[in-house]
């Protein structure tokens, strides 16, 4: 099941480390976030990856670093550099999966 993360936690987390992993900017009053998550715990049990999920009010100063306007913002990590970025809910999880296998190679 995906974590709430902080700034600190970010680097370990995130960045250090091998493989996909993904970050989830969110908020708790967006529901297109809500309706996200069960559909990231299903592509991390699914293709065995880290879920991070990070509070946009909570943590702005993250968002901010990564460029991040809106929520929800999917960045993809692969050995700790964004290879991919998603916004927005109308994403498939084809579409994410696609994602996810392209950077498991």
């Given at each position: 099941m995906a974590e709430r993360?902080?700034?600190?936690?970010?680097?370990?987390?995130?960045?250090?480390?091998?493989?996909?992993?993904?970050?989830?900017?969110?908020?708790?009053?967006?529901?297109?976030?809500?309706r996200m998550a069960p559909l990231l715990a299903e592509l991390e049990e699914a293709h065995n990856i880290?879920?991070?999920?990070?509070?946009?009010?909570?943590?702005q100063a993250l968002a901010e670093q990564w460029k991040v306007k809106s929520s929800p913002t999917?960045?993809?990590?692969?050995?700790?550099?964004?290879?991919?970025?998603?916004?927005?809910?109308a994403v498939k999880k084809?579409?994410?999966e696609e994602i996810i296998k392209k950077y498991q190679k």
């Open positions: 993360i902080n700034e600190q936690q970010f680097q370990e987390k995130i960045l250090a480390g091998e493989g996909v992993k993904i970050a989830e900017f969110y908020s708790d009053t967006c529901i297109p976030c809500k880290y879920v991070g999920k990070i509070n946009v009010a909570f943590d999917l960045l993809f990590f692969k050995n700790g550099n964004q290879v991919e970025r998603v916004t927005g809910a084809q579409q994410l």
